[in-house]
């Protein structure tokens, strides 16, 4: 009976945020921004990349074990296509993507839709979603605590497509004239079951959000709060604002309830605590004079590891080395959570990058830095992007993993890795 009850109050919630308020006053001449029918684009990449594994770590003992190799060569490929179908006020989007990998330890292969959804408009002020859909809620860049609802972001390129969750969309928007300028209700909902959003959480659940977001005072705010069902109850704040033409600061604050977070026992054994925690991120982004960005970011993980208690996974990773009875007690906690990117609790983040120096056009060098704060290991990424070419774009990236034992990047398998990404575009 409960799980009637929030399904049908779901339902009629997204409904309703469907459901066209009064309109702006203001009027605008659609057919100055007619849209094409369809649209089609994507790419086609091809990255040759170079390893240099670091024997002694707990990542290598985990992901090569009984090997003795010292470096991996590797050759991956990737297609992806995105799609808009439009008529009147309907509209149909997705994305797809595949990719393949093969280097002297496994050849692989993946594909699936990353976006497939319906979109419907019948107001300027209104919109429904049905589908598959990647969202990305927050302000952070490299990381996003309010995201409750996707997918977690690679902090190394943060600005990768991700698969999203089935889920139902309603948004409302009203715009007034005063301190707050715009407001903007969403309501979704993300079902859950044996063979829908598996992997959001526990079956049987639908898993309903609700979105405010506002421009108050010419700073765009979000209230964000996520009902429990498959994960516990959350509730999150984010907000951006420019203080100049060149320098703008982002925040963002989450509370969890409810959540789960596995430890290693003294034996070795996992357990399974319920806890809240609060994570939150500040950050921001300066544009100098001559064309550098630079984006920081600090972030703390409340539902992360703290050093002694990585410190107790490496060590039990280093003593299954020689005692095979260790190998499966200290597979499961890497496969559960201790391997994970940045599973510390405290973290930096620098990218700086300069548009065309030397007046090298199509040209733009970058580098980006993100170290653990609590044992002060780090990655450190230089880039050099060059588009010179009619839709080909060339990224050579060169990543060092730093830091001495039993910390969180020093025990990464790979110690040095350069690639080349040449991405085609159509």
Known sequence: MKTKRTVLSTVLLVALAATPIVR????????????????????????????????????????????????LDRLSAAAEVSGIVRHDTLSFNFTGHASAVNDPVATYSDARMYEAYANWQPEE???????????????????????????????????????????????????FDGPLQTLTLTAVAVPTSSDINADFGAPGHTNPALKFYGLLFDTDVDLIYAAPGSRGPR??????????????????WARSSDATHLVLTPD???????????????????????????ILERYRNGNGYSAQELSQFYELVDASAGNAALVQPAARAASQGYMQPNVGQNYLYLKV????????????????LIANADDHSFSLVPEALYAGFKNLELRLRLALNHGNASTDFGEKAVQSRIELRARYFF
Request: no cysteine; proline share 4%; net charge negative.
């Open 235 to 252: 509730l999150g704040f984010d907000f951006s604002r420019n203080l100049g033409s060149n320098l703008e600061i982002h925040g963002e």
């Open 24 to 71: 702006a006053q203001e009027t605008f001449d659609v057919s100055a921004f007619e849209k094409k029918p369809y649209e089609l684009t994507g790419f086609l990449e091809l990255r040759p990349e170079s390893q240099s594994l670091r024997r002694d770590s707990a990542g290598y003992q985990l992901q090569y074990r009984g090997d003795s190799r010292s470096s």
């Open 125 to 175: 002020t209104g919109l429904v979603q049905i589908g598959k859909r990647a969202l990305r809620w927050g302000t952070g860049y490299a990381w996003s605590p309010v995201a409750f609802l996707e997918r977690t972001k690679d902090p190394n390129d943060p600005e990768l497509a991700r698969e999203g969750f089935m889920m139902a969309i309603g948004s409302v928007v009203r715009s």
């Open 268 to 294: 070795n054994g996992l357990a399974i605590q319920t806890r809240t925690y609060d994570s939150y991120l500040l950050g921001l982004r300066y544009l100098t004079e001559r064309d550098t960005t630079i």
């Open 353 to 368: 990058s300069q548009k065309e120096p030397f007046d090298i056009l199509d040209f733009t060098p970058s580098f980006t």
